[in-house]
């Protein structure tokens, strides 16, 4: 048993490693095409001035790609902000989720434990009667705000 736990763990760590140098690799071969594309685009934004500024004017050509510039950096700020509401509702879910799962796992965990214990069944009876118990109370009460309308109503 001892061979075969040892050789899955030889087996992970060399799958683990060859990820990872993969990933390495990868990574290396992106920033070095990210950092061509960024030159090019340089180029292209400089080419981009000398024809506007033969045909205009220098001063009025750096003055629209100023405002130019500025206005794609507006752009990319109003577009982040309005989108910010959408991820962070995005968030709380897989965190919601997340803690449903670990909760479940905890209470899978602990309930042989529960079992064999003196209290037993009791012990888990007890609290999972007073959750429903909770929960049909909740369903069943009306909230303050709903009251205070329908007190204006009559």
Request: net charge positive.
């Amino acid at each position: 048993m001892g061979t075969l736990a040892s050789l899955i763990s030889a087996l992970a760590t060399g799958e683990t490693v060859a990820a990872l140098r993969r990933a390495r690799t990868a990574a290396i071969a992106y920033a070095v095409a990210a950092t061509a594309a960024l030159c090019g685009i340089g180029f292209l934004i400089g080419a981009a001035y000398i024809w506007a500024a033969e045909r205009y004017g220098s001063l009025p050509a750096a003055i629209g790609f100023g405002v130019g510039f500025l206005a794609v950096a507006g752009l990319i700020l109003i577009v982040y902000q309005l989108s910010a509401g959408a991820r962070a509702r995005r968030r709380a879910r897989r965190r919601s989720a997340d803690m449903k799962a670990i909760g479940i796992t905890a209470a899978l965990a602990v309930l042989p434990a529960l079992l064999k214990g003196k209290g037993g069944l009791g012990a888990i009876l007890g609290p999972a009667v007073a959750l429903a118990a909770y929960a049909i109370y909740r369903e069943n009460v009306k909230p303050d705000a709903d009251d205070k309308d329908a007190g204006e109503a009559d």
